[in-house]
């Protein structure tokens, strides 16, 4: 098992010195089909020279000491950002979210099945956060009770274009 903790305190400084913020680092799959996932974030949002730029810093501290035996063995590197629908593990993850709408999957209890919650982020702190749900009520939700969370990313609506009024005055009316 990797100690992604020391994966983190090793590539953030690197990241940090070109302005990002290293969002999170996640590893994934097995064998040869592992992926070391570095995502990468900065106010405002990241764009492809700011991810390029972390790649060329992480992907050398990657082959030296300690990462080079923690993680050992074949894998693929993938830097990128978090997304628009971006993961919530950690409580900053969920205090830079305040505002924004999530799901949350609430892993089940002795006195309650697993469940999911949809809502707007009120305010985190460091053991919990407050659901905004649809419904008008706040739901104080602890951390060691998320299963999953991630932000929602909500396309606006646009009324259906109908047909032209002018396409509609240049047919000709059918007569019988």
Known sequence: MVDIDTVVGCLAPAVSDL?????????????RARILRVLVDRDGGIDLDGIAAATEAVSPLLDTAPLDTLIAGPYALEVS???????????THFRRATGETV?????AADDRPARRVRGLIAEAGDAGFDLLLDDGTTERIAYDDVAQARTVFEWATQAKRGKSKKANSLREPVRS
């Open 19 to 31: 302005g990002l913020d290293l969002y999170d680092v996640e590893l994934t799959g097995s064998g």
């Open 81 to 91: 950002s978090p997304g628009l629908e971006r993961p919530l593990r950690t409580p």
């Open 103 to 107: 799901s949350v999957k609430i892993r």
